[in-house]
């Protein structure tokens, strides 16, 4: 399904199921790379410190740490080899999301990456690398669950980015997993008229709105799958809401840059839905 697929790691249980889902989603003759950033900042700990042989005591700890972690890696990349899969192992020193960020431009088309159980609203490490990453990237949360996708929730706005995105991935679901895939849109409810189709509704014709806006679902998210509309103040909570009470497997958001205005008024559907779910979320980039 995919060719080239990032997996950075930081040997918690999060990164070992965010392997499994790369296992899963790698195509027959794909590439899986495990990607170690080694924290620079663990080096800055040592200048906190005058007394020399103080010093070269915590510089060899952290020797012994880095070569340790080196050790690791090696031997997650030879674990998958062994299980059949083509695997390279990256290890690098610097920043963790600068370092992924660049590596994740060499040619791959997902990064995926884990979040440790309890972490899942604060997980600022994650979600930095989604928005800065170059490909699309998948956030997997700490699960004992199987990974699956039998029922794939797709979130559709209408933008191009959004239509790029189903027609890349319906058929690759449908084919390799056989997944359900409803589409839905999400409606939100703000005081001022709302525009839909180059009309102005008032409040009361909130029903005639949804329905135009399944008809244009229908029309521009073409296959076969169901289709969903609904209303809420918050498209990141409904999407949530709707995701888990439908036991879906995986929710599906297209991602385009905002500007500033956007940012401040409107945030990050994308943000909020990783935060607050406990389902893994597609985040796609158009490349």
Same mark, same amino acid.
């Given at each position: ?50 007394? %020399? ?93 199987? %990974? ?44 001022? %008229? ?94």
């Amino acid at each position: 399904m995919y060719k080239k697929i990032l997996v950075p790691v930081d040997f918690s249980q999060a990164s070992r199921v965010a392997l499994e889902y790369a296992k899963l989603l790698i195509s027959e003759k794909g590439q899986i790379t495990v990607m170690h950033v080694f924290p620079s900042k663990i080096r800055e700990t040592a200048t906190f410190f005058e007394i %020399p042989d103080r010093v070269k005591d915590l510089e060899r700890k952290i020797e012994e740490l880095r070569s340790k972690s080196q050790e690791e890696l090696s031997r997650i990349s030879n674990t998958l080899v062994q299980e059949g899969y083509t695997a390279k192992a990256v290890f690098v020193e610097g920043e963790p999301v600068r370092s992924v960020s660049e590596e994740s431009g060499k040619g791959y088309d997902l990064v995926i990456v884990g979040i440790p159980k309890g972490r899942a609203m604060v997980a600022s490490t994650a979600i930095s690398i989604v928005k800065s990453a170059v490909p699309s990237c998948l956030v997997v949360k700490e699960s004992k669950s199987k %990974p699956k996708f039998d029922r794939v929730l797709f979130t559709a706005d209408f933008s191009d980015a959004s239509k790029s995105a189903f027609k890349e991935l319906f058929q690759k679901f449908v084919k390799k997993f056989r997944s359900q895939i409803t589409v839905l849109n999400v409606f939100e409810l703000h005081p001022l %008229p709302y525009i839909e189709q180059g009309s102005a509704f008032l409040a009361g014709d909130l029903e005639d709105v949804k329905k135009n806006l399944q008809k244009r679902l229908m029309l521009e998210y073409p296959g076969e799958v169901s289709y969903s509309v609904v209303e809420g103040a918050e498209a990141g909570i409904e999407i949530v809401d709707f995701a888990e009470k439908g036991k879906y497997n995986i929710i599906i958001l297209a991602y385009e840059k905002k500007d500033w205005v956007e940012r401040a008024f409107l945030g990050s559907v994308s943000t909020k839905v990783v935060k607050m779910t406990r389902l893994p979320v597609l985040v796609y980039k158009r490349v």
